[in-house]
């Protein structure tokens, strides 16, 4: 099932994505921009996290977690440590809500308005994990770029 595939890739990429936070000599370099870098690797950690955590655990899970999409780009301040910890719970959600993810729903449109048209949730979760991997890029580019 498709759902398993989507995992897979989803953990091994967020992952990913604590190995690159964690590999900043300079934990404040998180929240550096500079010239045409106009979003920092620790905002685009947020903004994945927030991501996630809302299409996949507010819509399927249930778990009552509120975006604050302005916030994922406005805080600059946010610890390392804590990063790494949003990004476990957010594996862990998604290793919970995933499973229970029918075949059935999966060929219903996605159930939350996200773009100005309707898309199966088949194909959103698709968008979601290439999603995950171009901020990820992102994030590796900035780190090479401005740990410095």
Known sequence: MITEDVLTLF??????????????????????????????????????????????????GNTGYVRDREKEFSDKAVPREQLLVMIDQTEAMLKQVLPSISEEQLEEDYPMPVFDHAMKTRYYFIHLTVHLGYHLGQINYHRRLLDK
């Open 11 to 60: 953990c091994r990429d967020l992952n990913r994505l604590k190995s690159e936070i964690s590999q900043y000599t300079d934990e404040t370099n998180l929240w550096k921009v500079d010239g045409a870098i106009s979003n920092s690797a620790g905002n685009l950690c947020l903004h994945l996290i927030g991501n996630l955590q809302t299409y996949f655990g507010s819509v399927y």
